[in-house]
């Protein structure tokens, strides 16, 4: 059978049907070119504000010397320091995990076919929690050293998919209300787990350590965990852009899923294990960041429609754009004191998801 997956893009639910490349909606090519300079702008920016009082000037010299390997005053040690091993990997890291959110989003939501759902819906990020609170709060796995607490997450988080999936198949396979229930009450059960273990620690420190970081946090940014999670990112983007055609038929449902030649059982199992690995392993290194998988994917198919190889083309650079920014705000807004930046990106989330629910023209979920 002759899958036209051209037809299942233009009717996505999220978007106004149209012909190709939807009526109103951005061309893709000055749209990636414009969001890759703002996003290097945007790191730059990034690296360059603070309270520490390193110029712009400073900034880029300290950039160049660390890029070419060039040579510093022994009186510059401290500020080439905080640009180069504390400002940039934690700017880059804050683009890597923007845009892993933010693809997932927009998996995520096709894969259980709600217009709500986000990376942590799963339940995946609640469970990494556990494994990271049990480092923070108790020293679980201390022999790790500084690798004890991404490791505990990641491992928590992969246990946690474990069970979600158990709990969630059936003989008839993996069905999209099941996932969601069984994600949303796994999610209650982690976090009663988590609560418990914060009220039962007995060190204050540790247990706003580990309010931080439920809160999402990238204070922890080095150069040891970017690529590792930069990498992860990658290789789940690319598994998802190469389901994208597989994605456009599931958000129509399981039966022109089916009729368009697609499998929605093997589809969705897969894409399953790929949201939650890459879920893990985001919130391993920068605890739960809210809103930017909800609020991203829906923004970006008000640009490009709901073809699923445009919107996890530019989804990525969005996501990636924003939670660069939102750092900054985190940073800087009751400086030296340091916001969660999942605070921030729920103050900003919310009134933006509100005004785009009543924005007319665009279509949540389909209804």
Same mark, same amino acid.
């Given at each position: 059978?002759?899958? &036209?997956?051209?037809?299942?893009? +233009?009717?996505?639910?999220? #978007? /106004?049907? !149209?012909?190709?490349?939807?009526?109103?909606?951005?061309?893709?090519?000055?749209?990636?070119?414009?969001?890759?300079?703002?996003?290097?702008?945007?790191?730059?920016?990034?690296?360059?504000?603070?309270?520490?009082?390193?110029?712009?000037? *400073?900034?880029?010299?300290?950039?160049?010397?660390?890029?070419?390997?060039?040579?510093?005053?022994?009186? *510059? $040690?401290? @500020?080439?320091?905080?640009?180069? *091993?504390? +400002?940039?990997?934690?700017?880059?890291?804050?683009?890597?995990?923007?845009?892993?959110?933010?693809?997932?989003?927009?998996?995520?939501?096709?894969?259980?076919?709600?217009?709500?759902? &986000?990376?942590?819906?799963?339940?995946?990020? #609640? !469970?990494?929690?556990?494994?990271?609170?049990?480092?923070?709060?108790?020293?679980?796995?201390?022999?790790?050293?500084?690798?004890?607490?991404?490791?505990?997450?990641?491992?928590?988080?992969?246990?946690?998919?474990?069970?979600?999936?158990?709990?969630?198949?059936?003989?008839?396979?993996?069905?999209?209300?099941?996932? $969601?229930?069984?994600?949303?009450?796994?999610?209650?059960?982690? #976090?009663?787990?988590?609560?418990?273990?914060?009220?039962?620690?007995?060190?204050? *420190?540790? @247990?706003?350590?580990?309010?931080?970081?439920?809160?999402?946090?990238?204070?922890?940014?080095?150069?040891?965990?970017?690529?590792?999670?930069?990498?992860?990112?990658?290789?789940?983007?690319?598994?998802?852009?190469?389901? /994208?055609?597989?994605?456009?038929?599931?958000?129509?449902? &399981?039966?022109?899923?089916?009729?368009?030649?697609?499998?929605?059982?093997?589809? +969705?199992?897969?894409?399953?294990?790929?949201?939650?690995?890459?879920?893990?392993?985001?919130?391993?290194?920068?605890? @739960?960041?809210?809103?930017?998988?909800?609020?991203?994917?829906?923004?970006?198919?008000?640009?490009?429609?709901?073809?699923?190889?445009?919107?996890?083309?530019?989804?990525?650079?969005? !996501? /990636? $754009?924003?939670?660069?920014?939102? &750092?900054?705000?985190?940073?800087?807004?009751?400086?030296?004191?340091?916001?969660?930046?999942?605070?921030?990106?729920?103050?900003?989330?919310?009134?933006?998801?509100?005004?785009?629910?009543?924005?007319?023209?665009? $279509?949540?979920?389909?209804?």
């Amino acid at each position: 059978m002759a899958t &036209d997956f051209a037809a299942v893009s +233009r009717r996505t639910p999220g #978007s /106004a049907p !149209g012909p190709g490349t939807p009526s109103g909606r951005l061309s893709l090519p000055p749209l990636l070119a414009g969001l890759t300079a703002a996003l290097l702008l945007s790191l730059l920016c990034c690296v360059a504000l603070g309270s520490s009082g390193v110029g712009w000037g *400073e900034t880029l010299r300290y950039l160049r010397a660390g890029l070419t390997g060039g040579t510093i005053a022994p009186d *510059e $040690v401290s @500020a080439y320091t905080i640009v180069w *091993e504390l +400002r940039l990997p934690r700017a880059l890291l804050a683009a890597v995990v923007g845009a892993g959110l933010s693809a997932l989003g927009v998996a995520t939501q096709a894969m259980v076919r709600n217009a709500l759902a &986000d990376p942590f819906v799963l339940g995946i990020s #609640s !469970g990494a929690a556990v494994g990271a609170n049990a480092v923070l709060l108790f020293g679980a796995l201390g022999s790790l050293g500084v690798w004890a607490l991404s490791s505990a997450a990641f491992a928590s988080a992969l246990a946690a998919m474990t069970l979600v999936y158990a709990a969630a198949r059936t003989e008839r396979g993996l069905t999209p209300l099941r996932l $969601v229930l069984t994600g949303s009450a796994m999610y209650y059960g982690f #976090s009663a787990v988590t609560t418990l273990m914060v009220f039962s620690a007995d060190r204050g *420190e540790a @247990a706003r350590s580990a309010m931080m970081w439920l809160l999402g946090s990238l204070g922890g940014a080095t150069w040891a965990s970017v690529p590792i999670a930069a990498g992860v990112v990658l290789a789940g983007l690319g598994a998802l852009l190469w389901s /994208a055609r597989s994605l456009n038929a599931l958000a129509m449902g &399981d039966e022109t899923a089916t009729a368009l030649g697609v499998d929605p059982e093997r589809t +969705r199992r897969v894409l399953f294990v790929v949201t939650a690995a890459v879920t893990g392993a985001v919130v391993a290194v920068s605890g @739960a960041i809210g809103f930017v998988g909800l609020m991203v994917p829906h923004a970006t198919r008000m640009l490009v429609g709901a073809d699923h190889r445009r919107l996890l083309a530019v989804a990525p650079l969005l !996501g /990636a $754009v924003l939670l660069v920014w939102v &750092d900054v705000v985190s940073r800087l807004l009751l400086a030296p004191v340091e916001l969660p930046v999942g605070v921030i990106t729920a103050l900003i989330g919310v009134p933006c998801f509100v005004l785009l629910m009543r924005r007319r023209g665009y $279509v949540f979920g389909g209804a």
